[in-house]
């Protein structure tokens, strides 16, 4: 299997920041991929990279192959919903479909007034009328009526209320479903990406921390409690990505492929939540060093 | 993308349309009556000698009416202002909205490349610019015809006898507004790429067209092409002004307003000169005597010590040479910026 996204050394440079720096990625095809990272990691940055919005300062970037934007047939093949889900506010709903249907040659009209009827949306409504929910289910339907073989979507539902969240989702599973196209999908939201996300992302001050397939991933991290020790006393094959250590007693949590056989820990499963926050509250490059030097001490 | 463009641009064309279609309306309604006027004024056919007479009459009576002056001036301040309102409405928010609604996500990730969105939306636009002012253009230049033909016959002494080479007339006719308009509205979009933002935009692009249009006319125009020089006896002047100062007018400032022999030529400036071609302003002592300086006598004296008329000028066969270059110039400002837009959104994505 090909990867959708590929990048390495990717950077973006907005006069003195860099908004991302030396970052390395591939995304499987076939998936829905959450990236998840706090703010200011880099992820809308990435995307904007990805959808060829943004031109990197420095490294490469393909997506299905090509340099992003490279033409009119690779933007076809790349659907895009940009944070906050904008659309053009005097335009009714059904101008937009227009749009679409003007700017794209496999542009699917039945798949884009079908899901608008679902949907209840009035055709003849201007764009800016419509609630936070219906607009990010416009910019959705836009962007899957194009008929792309990668969506890409930046925080599409960050500023919507519970239940349009669901719907959007919903919506967005069942294109994926019957489609078969592989998604990015970025939030801050874990629960969001529980629901939706087969593999993760986790990026924090551009680089990535962890990526692979969601079960794989919480099958083999593990939370570790017992009597205090030292980490660098775990057998090779194991490890830490956070701890946390009392007078008696240390919590760890570790990933490792193999079963964790020392009875004086008690093991727990962990959930996407935690694996998130672990890696997102490790630091990064020195965090081996970090664990050597509590070694010593304890 | 053409549908998209001309679907974006709706409410910007209705209000370019009533807008034109009033200025219509009041034109049509009062050119037949200014043409009746001039019908009726005897300047076609007139013998050459009555010519002038005529027409200025014809000049006095539409000035004093009170409408036509209005008119006219409303119609020239319409075509000077409409390149620049169309930079400021049509240009500026062009690319800056999108920016700034984060509407450029949605519309470049279409299956149409930015280059291509970018060419629609300036040719499209461009073109309706062009299309808009030149229209006024020669609407007015319909409706004010009889008053051209009666300034190029000679009439004066008002307002309205302003010459094809006056800046408010050359400005306006012809086809100098197509390259004011093309001008404006490229000005507008690049400093919207620029600044991304609509109304700061807006402002630079007012106040740059402001700059440019007032510097045109000032020190552009006149160097497009070299003037010529004529130096012409003080008695042939026709229209004069001639400022005397000092004792007895011991010195004096004479100016051309037009060349003998040179009808509708533009005169850049004007001066008397002595027998060596030297600028004078010292009046010869022999025509400082009370009767002389006062009297008819005062040229022919003048003449008599060797002082002439040195006048530089444009002539009015340049008149379309003119029209081409100044129009040639800002069509080419516009491409330049057009084209700098296209290397500002491809290189420097946002």
Not at chain 1, 165 to 184: N, P, T
């Amino acid at each position: 299997m090909s990867d959708v996204i590929q990048a390495s050394g990717l950077g973006k440079q907005y006069r003195r920041t860099w908004a991302l720096r030396d970052c390395a990625l591939a995304v499987p095809e076939g998936r829905v991929v959450g990236l998840v990272g706090p703010n200011g990691a880099g992820k809308t940055t990435l995307l904007r990279l990805a959808a060829g919005l943004l031109a990197p300062t420095c490294g490469t970037i393909t997506v299905l192959g090509e340099r992003p934007a490279a033409g009119p047939a690779q933007l076809a093949r790349v659907g895009f919903v940009a944070q906050d889900t904008p659309v053009y506010v005097r335009m009714t709903v059904a101008e937009h479909l227009r749009l679409g249907a003007w700017l794209n040659p496999g542009w699917d009209n039945d798949l884009a007034r079908q899901r608008i009827a679902q949907l209840g949306l009035d055709p003849k409504r201007r764009a800016g009328a419509l609630s936070g929910g219906q607009r990010a289910q416009l910019a959705l339907t836009l962007a899957l009526a194009k008929r792309p073989a990668l969506l890409i979507l930046d925080e599409p539902v960050a500023s919507l209320d519970p239940l349009a969240r669901r719907e959007f989702l919903q919506g967005l599973m069942e294109a994926v479903a019957e489609h078969g196209l592989s998604v990015v999908l970025s939030s801050h939201l874990v629960a969001d990406l529980e629901r939706v996300c087969d593999y993760l992302v986790v990026l924090v001050a551009s680089r990535v921390r962890v990526a692979g397939e969601v079960s794989p991933l919480l099958a083999s991290h593990h939370r570790l409690s017992g009597p205090r020790r030292a980490p660098g006393t775990l057998p090779a094959g194991q490890e830490v990505i956070t701890e946390s250590h009392t007078d008696k007693q240390s919590n760890l949590l570790i990933r490792t492929n193999e079963p964790v056989l020392d009875p004086a820990w008690t093991v727990k499963p962990v959930s996407l939540e935690d694996l998130v926050l672990a890696y997102m509250s490790r630091t990064g490059d020195d965090a081996p060093a970090r664990r050597q030097q509590l070694g010593v001490v304890s | 993308m053409i549908r998209l463009s001309l679907l974006q641009f709706r409410a910007q064309a209705i209000t370019a349309l009533a807008a034109m279609a009033a200025f219509a309306i009041l034109l049509a309604a009062t050119g037949p009556h200014l043409a009746s006027l001039y019908a009726a004024s005897g300047i076609s056919g007139c013998q050459p000698a009555s010519c002038a007479h005529l027409a200025s009459n014809f000049l006095q009576q539409l000035y004093a009416a009170g409408t036509y002056w209005m008119l006219y001036l409303l119609g020239v301040m319409l075509i000077l202002v409409a390149p620049a309102v169309i930079g400021l409405f049509w240009g500026a928010p062009l690319i800056a909205r999108e920016l700034e609604t984060g509407t450029s996500a949605l519309a470049w990730t279409q299956s149409v490349t930015r280059t291509r969105w970018l060419t629609v939306k300036l040719g499209v636009g461009g073109l309706a610019a062009m299309a808009v002012t030149e229209g006024l253009s020669l609407m007015q230049a319909w409706w004010a015809a009889p008053i051209g033909r009666a300034v190029g016959h000679g009439g004066g002494g008002n307002y309205l006898a302003m010459g094809r080479f006056s800046s408010l007339v050359f400005a306006t006719h012809g086809i100098t507004p197509l390259g004011y308009a093309a001008f404006g509205f490229a000005l507008g979009a690049t400093a919207g790429a620029l600044i991304r933002r609509a109304v700061p935009a807006m402002a630079v692009t007012l106040a740059i067209f402001a700059v440019i249009q007032i510097a045109t006319p000032l020190w552009i125009r006149p160097n497009l092409f070299p003037p010529r020089r004529a130096v012409v006896a003080v008695t042939s002047l026709g229209s004069i002004s001639l400022q005397q100062g000092g004792l007895d007018g011991s010195h004096f400032n004479l100016g051309a307003e037009d060349l003998p022999g040179q009808p509708g030529a533009w005169l850049l400036s004007s001066g008397a000169v002595n027998a060596a071609g030297q600028p004078v302003h010292t009046t010869p002592a022999a025509c400082t005597t009370p009767s002389v300086v006062n009297g008819p006598g005062f040229f022919p004296c003048l003449a008599r010590h060797g002082i002439r008329e040195a006048i530089s000028y444009q002539p009015a066969s340049r008149y379309w040479a003119f029209q081409w270059a100044e129009t040639a110039i800002y069509l080419a400002l516009a491409v330049a910026l057009a084209g700098y837009c296209f290397l500002r959104l491809n290189r420097r994505r946002t």
